[in-house]
């Protein structure tokens, strides 16, 4: 029995470094020194008696052997983990950790909330939120579930959609006082726009009107990555530009920012949740989807 679980847990750790890519990458997602790490998986080697990893100083790769090994551990780590649940009950309290990943300006005004009520309704969980805009791979960050914006890339993930964002267009009262008010897209040409840094290779704004999707010119002012800074830089004046509600709900009701051209937009952006394509889903990421669902149906 104890051998048995030593395998078990020796077949664990391989999948982690077969996934990160590295025996310290593996050591810091599962709490374990590097030489820890090493010796479960020389151990696991020696149980089955072929090589599993090829490691040199600078890079580690799978055998054919543990390229094999890998297909095969990973269905039955989520059988194990699945047997453990149902023994326990999905019902009773949830344990382990779980791993979110959003968008900063999205997660940070609303998951964050939404992840540390669930975290207080399941204390024997514990719960990391990981806030970034940049596509992180779910099996190489050892991300749980991820919420993401707009069109889905190819990637063999699970997504369920939550909603709906809406993408207006708006500056604040000092620019606009400054600079007129544009009423159609050929007027955009005479204005600055504040933007995201990753939106577009040029000075474009895609716009959906009464006619369809269009691009239009318009000089850029200032980037950011990030959603709170240019909302700041719209407050200030710096252009015009797109912006999610309800992310900008407070500054339009003072006045700091108001809508331009209403019959002009942004393409809506649909907000999935994703997570890997698994026979098997864990309890507790079906029961964060099922509060992630509720929390964003009141949101957006």
Do not use: C
């Given at each position: 029995?104890?051998?048995?679980?030593?395998?078990?847990?020796?077949?664990?750790?391989?999948?982690?470094?077969?996934?990160?890519?590295?025996?310290?990458?593996?050591?810091?997602?599962?709490?374990?020194?590097?030489?820890?790490?090493?010796?479960?998986?020389?151990?696991?080697?020696?149980?089955?008696?072929?090589?599993?990893i090829n490691r040199?100083?600078?890079?580690?790769?799978?055998?054919?052997?543990?390229?094999?090994?890998?297909?095969?551990?990973?269905?039955?780590?989520?059988?194990?983990?699945?047997?453990?649940?149902?023994?326990?009950?999905?019902?009773?309290?949830?344990?382990?950790?779980?791993?979110?990943?959003?968008?900063?300006?999205?997660?940070?005004?609303?998951?964050?909330?939404?992840?540390?009520?669930?975290?207080?309704?399941?204390?024997?969980?514990?719960?990391?939120?990981?806030?970034?805009?940049?596509?992180?791979?779910?099996?190489?960050?050892?991300?749980?579930?991820?919420?993401?914006?707009?069109?889905?890339?190819?990637?063999?993930?699970?997504?369920?959609?939550?909603?709906?964002?809406?993408r207006i267009l708006?500056?604040?009262?000092?620019?606009?006082?400054?600079?007129?008010?544009?009423?159609?897209?050929?007027?955009?040409?005479?204005?600055?726009?504040?933007?995201?840094?990753?939106?577009?290779?040029?000075?474009?704004?895609?716009?959906?009107?009464?006619?369809?999707?269009?691009?239009?010119?318009?000089?850029?002012?200032?980037?950011?990555?990030?959603?709170?800074?240019?909302?700041?830089?719209?407050?200030?004046?710096?252009?015009?530009?797109?912006?999610?509600?309800?992310?900008?709900n407070a500054e339009?009701?003072?006045?700091?920012?108001?809508?331009?051209?209403?019959?002009?937009?942004?393409?809506?952006?649909?907000?999935?949740?994703?997570?890997?394509?698994?026979?098997?889903?864990?309890?507790?990421?079906?029961?964060?989807?099922?509060?992630?669902?509720?929390?964003?149906?009141?949101?957006?």
């Open positions: 029995m104890g051998e048995s679980m030593d395998v078990l847990a020796g077949m664990g750790v391989f999948v982690r470094v077969a996934e990160l890519g590295s025996l310290s990458a593996a050591g810091r997602d599962l709490n374990l020194s590097q030489p820890a790490v090493s010796q479960k998986v020389t151990a696991l080697e020696q149980h089955l008696g072929v090589r599993l040199t100083t600078r890079q580690l790769a799978l055998t054919e052997a543990g390229l094999a090994y890998y297909a095969r551990a990973k269905p039955v780590l989520a059988a194990v983990n699945e047997a453990a649940e149902l023994i326990a009950g999905t019902g009773s309290q949830l344990t382990g950790h779980l791993r979110i990943q959003a968008p900063t300006g999205f997660g940070q005004m609303y998951v964050a909330d939404i992840a540390v009520e669930f975290q207080q309704a399941h204390p024997g969980l514990t719960l990391e939120l990981m806030l970034d805009d940049r596509y992180v791979d779910l099996t190489e960050q050892a991300v749980d579930l991820a919420i993401r914006f707009g069109n889905l890339r190819s990637s063999g993930l699970v997504a369920q959609r939550l909603g709906t964002l809406q708006v500056a604040s009262p000092g620019y606009l006082a400054q600079h007129g008010t544009p009423d159609t897209p050929e007027a955009l040409s005479n204005h600055r726009q504040v933007r995201f840094s990753w939106a577009a290779p040029d000075d474009t704004m895609p716009l959906v009107g009464p006619k369809g999707s269009l691009l239009v010119q318009v000089q850029t002012s200032f980037f950011a990555n990030n959603t709170f800074v240019l909302t700041k830089a719209l407050v200030a004046g710096l252009g015009l530009g797109g912006a999610q509600l309800p992310q900008i339009l009701a003072a006045g700091k920012l108001l809508r331009i051209m209403p019959n002009y937009h942004y393409a809506p952006l649909d907000v999935h949740a994703v997570y890997p394509t698994a026979h098997y889903v864990p309890a507790k990421v079906r029961a964060f989807l099922n509060h992630l669902r509720t929390g964003v149906s009141n949101i957006i």
